[in-house]
């Protein structure tokens, strides 16, 4: 079998076999395969694309290039969520304890944010001590005792995807829906939940801009996940602003644990309940609706808070750090940002608000940057609030005065303002099972 006969027949818009996409990311994966024939087969997937069989073949040859987490002895139980990236998305920290409270067994691998601000590991290394590198035997004994278990990525998983994925970015191939597919069920798949809900954001603040587009990928990952034997259900959520008020990792875990005490039933909430349970739903094999009214409940009576506490507590955190949350880190500084006139704020550019917390510490511009876990964006206005000029919309949270100017102008440039109230827009748009 020859590498140049593949990328030919892809070229002419024919369908890969088994043994011929086996053969690619094996090949690959090993380094027998240059970079110069992998990205022009990338090219011709990006033009030709792919059909459901091939994605589901090569999603399941990149699960099993490394590691695969053997979840069994669960049975049915384990449920994994996966969001598309987004500004402000804490829902992993709020949704975990919840489905974990209620029977499922929440086994999640997630990875560190490049950009707006920290991915979930990041945002959970902002909890004093919480250690998100457990060896294999440790990560299943705390599953197997308190039912959620929240780590780093292991180094061997999915070695093909880490692989095509960096070739992918630098040959302007990242957006095609069998490739984008594959590399993030291929992940789901490793991970060895029976149960997966898919988080598909859309708007500015997300890699799919458009409705259109994120359906579109949506269906592609569900079809895909059954392909490979999963419980997959998708929800599209809106994302042309940041979700919750709170951007920056210390920021989000307080907003995170303001919504599990119940303080709060806004956006964040809402989304959040949505995802925990469809969760429930596949967990349990009952309907959405009732699954709502058992998430509720664990939120109400307080139980979901505690599952969080136990869970920080089992990874070496203070739980302490969830009852009081001044213990959690703080920025020395947190500067307002004034409305310099009246009117109703129309539309937000969640991407900017991002790249300004970004400015503040609260993400990377590259992989070497630091975060610091303190620095952030507390939203004080959203679209639809009328401001008069001179009122606070928003906080900027530092240790770095110098790092306001800049991120005070890019802040500024994501609002739009004007003499009418905006139409209010829906969070959740479609949910595909």
Known sequence: MRMFDIIEKKRDGKALSDEEIEFFIKGYTKGEIPDYQASALCMAIFFRGMTEKETVTLTMCMARSGDMLDLSRFGNLTADKHSTGGVGDKTTLIVAPIVACLGGIV??????????????????????????????????????????????????????????????????????????????????????????????????????????????????????????????????????????SNIGNALEVKEAIDVLRGDQDDELTRVCVVLASEMTAQVKGIDAKEAEALVRGVIKDGSALEKMKEWVAAQGADPLCITDTELLPSAPVAYPVLSDKDGYITKTDAHLIGNAAMILGAGRASKEDSIDPSAGIVLKKKPGDYVKKGDVLCHLHTSDVSKIPDAEKTFRSALSFGDTAPEKQELVYKIIR
């Open 107 to 244: 086994t999640k691998m997630s990875g560190r944010g490049l950009g707006h601000t920290g991915g979930t590991v990041d945002k959970l290394e902002a909890i004093p001590g919480y250690r998100t590198a457990l060896s294999e035997e440790e990560f299943l004994s705390q599953t197997e005792r308190i039912g959620i278990a929240v780590i780093g990525q292991t180094g061997n998983l999915t070695p093909a995807d880490k692989k095509l994925y960096a070739l992918r970015d630098v040959t302007a191939t990242v957006d095609s829906i069998p490739l984008i597919t594959a590399s993030i069920m291929s992940k789901k798949i490793a991970a060895g939940s029976k149960n997966i809900v898919l988080d598909v954001k859309y708007g500015s603040g997300a890699f799919m801009k458009t409705t259109e587009d994120a359906v579109k990928l949506a269906e592609n990952m569900v079809k895909i996940g059954k392909g490979c034997g999963r419980n997959v259900t998708a929800v599209l959520t809106n994302m042309e602003v940041p979700l919750g």
